[in-house]
């Protein structure tokens, strides 16, 4: 048996991971089967991101509901009559977490009738091979690859399949998902999909579309790398309008969403993971009229991200108030606003601010203000007993950096100047070796002689190694979830940084 823990393990991200573990143990305890399924099973084997993280339990997931959210899990939505729970976890890792049914399709377009099922019966619904497999996460089997359509050749190949010839017929949102993933992963229907899609096509099934399967659909392209790319395609295979009547490429601000999307790589580059979903959706629509986006807020079930669409100018709004006003009249207090923003918002505000100040301002947030930690002298603290160990560290730290970025420190001679009085006294000298240990030591020597001076060479350095020194910064910020938690502001991530070799020893330890 393959052992897809494994490769689970080291292709989720720590986040993701955590929240595996949390869902799986929450289940357990409710005594429920669990596995992970869907697209976060075909990304994992494919080598693609992971978006988000699909579940499906055997049982009813919604019993969940009260755990997880005291484990810290914000539920987005739950649905009584599909068993479903849409919900992020700690870290913002976004997760769905379904109950294996059987569907029976009566009516074209129609929902289907549903009823509880196994984890085998539950594939058997699924849209294409790629998304019909189950990884177990149940004790007695974990790591278990349920395949019964062969999705791993199907992966391996790059083709997108359907399960049988109904299947546009039963639900034709697939058709708009199989433009989706042709289109997100460059590749090719199958041959007798394709065959299908045109024929479904041509006898306009998606006449029979449902609004929430609309309403997912647009959701999906908020969250989507590429969103302007599957805009593209889905307006060339005439899916687009199927999502609104009036929406086309021409209603995309696209000089905004790829800004949007370079800016949100910069972000990320240092650290900072900002959900751009509801950014993108303001983009990919700015075009539309109020009518049009209020009718696409009503049709997507993830309640949340409608909220933070409709918010997004206000706050953006406000947070421009705020960098031109007194809480941000020198670059500490702005670094110290701006380490306590949401990321969503200073990305957001980064992409449309109109005021020059304010664009400079964010700039400076992420470039300069930076590089002012290169010039916190961490050799001369250490040599002065200001290291990481020290509980006042953070404190004078956070002060150095400060004054940097105000400008009241300029030189390394102020900056030595303002803290020689603040160091700790000098520790007490080491005891001097114990009877025992000069006899063996002189033993040892009696045995090996080496030249005194080497031997007196060696003590000295020894006597002269400083005290464990802090790594040099780095521009680079630390995450975003803990700064919510621990502003950077209070303490500057070269601060952050410098205490994490203490971390690491303490784990090695451990193991
Ligand atoms: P993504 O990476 O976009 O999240 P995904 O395949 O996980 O891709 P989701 O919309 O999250 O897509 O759906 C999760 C899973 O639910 C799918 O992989 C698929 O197995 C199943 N599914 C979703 N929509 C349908 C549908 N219309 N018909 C059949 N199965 C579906
Ligand atoms: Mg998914």
Do not use: C
Not at 37 to 59: C, E, Y
């Amino acid at each position: 048996m393959a052992d897809y823990i494994y490769t689970m393990e080291i292709r989720l991200t720590p986040d993701q991971q955590r929240g595996v573990t949390l869902v799986q143990d929450i289940a357990r305890n409710a005594e429920m089967n669990i596995y992970l399924t869907g697209g976060a099973v075909r990304d994992i084997i494919s080598g693609f991101p992971i978006r988000d993280l699909d579940f499906t339990v055997q049982g009813n997931p919604l019993k969940l509901q009260k755990e997880l959210e005291r484990a810290g899990a914000v539920i987005a939505s739950a649905d009584d009559d599909l068993k479903t729970l849409s919900l992020v976890l700690p870290g913002n890792v976004r997760a769905e977490i379904s109950a294996a049914l059987t569907e029976r399709y009566e009516k074209v377009g129609k929902p289907p009738i549903v009823s509880p099922a196994t984890i085998i019966e539950d594939l058997r619904r699924r849209d294409f091979t790629v998304n019909a497999m189950a990884l177990s996460l149940n004790p007695g089997s974990r790591g278990l690859l349920m395949d019964p359509f062969n999705g791993a050749a199907d992966i391996e190949a790059k083709v997108i399949r359907i399960l049988h010839n109904y299947a546009f017929v039963e639900d034709p949102s697939r058709l708009i998902r199989a433009t989706r993933f042709a289109a997100r992963f460059h590749w090719p229907l199958e041959e007798r999909t394709q065959a299908r899609y045109q024929s479904a096509k041509e006898n306009n099934y998606i006449e029979h579309i449902n609004d929430r399967a609309i309403g997912l659909e647009i959701e999906q392209l908020a969250y989507e790398d590429d969103p302007l790319h599957i805009v593209r395609m889905l307006e060339k295979e005439e899916w687009l309008k199927v999502l609104n009547p009036h929406w086309t490429t021409a209603k995309v601000d696209t000089a905004g969403l790829a800004h949007l999307l370079k800016t949100r790589q910069q972000m990320n580059e240092l650290g900072y993971t900002p959900d751009p979903a509801p950014a993108v959706l303001y983009f990919l629509t700015s075009r539309l009229g109020d009518k049009d986006i209020a009718d696409m807020r009503k049709l997507i079930p993830r309640k949340d991200l409608v909220e933070a669409w409709k918010d997004l100018e206000d706050n953006a709004k406000d947070l421009a108030k705020r960098l031109m006003g007194k809480e941000a009249a020198t670059p500490s207090r702005t670094w110290k606003l701006l380490s306590e923003a949401r990321p969503e918002m200073t990305l957001f505000l980064a992409v449309t601010a109109r005021q020059q100040a304010v664009t400079q301002k964010i700039k400076n947030f992420f470039t300069k203000w930076r590089q002012v930690q290169q010039k916190i002298p961490l050799p001369e603290m250490t040599e002065l007993h200001i290291t990481p160990q020290w509980p006042q560290y953070p404190k004078v730290a956070k002060d150095v950096f400060t004054l940097l970025l105000d400008g009241k420190l300029r030189s390394r001679t102020e900056i030595l100047k303002f803290l020689k009085p603040l160091a700790p006294p000098p520790p007490p000298p080491p005891p001097p070796p114990s009877k025992r240990g000069r006899a063996a030591k002189a033993a040892l020597a009696a045995q090996a002689p080496a030249p005194k001076a080497k031997v007196e060479e060696k003590k000295k350095a020894k006597q002269d190694v400083p005290a464990p020194s802090a790594p040099l910064p780095t521009v680079k910020a630390s995450a975003p979830e803990k700064n919510r938690k621990k502003p950077a502001a209070k303490m500057p991530p070269a601060i952050k940084r410098a205490s994490k070799p203490k971390q690491k020893a303490k784990g090695k330890k451990r193991r």
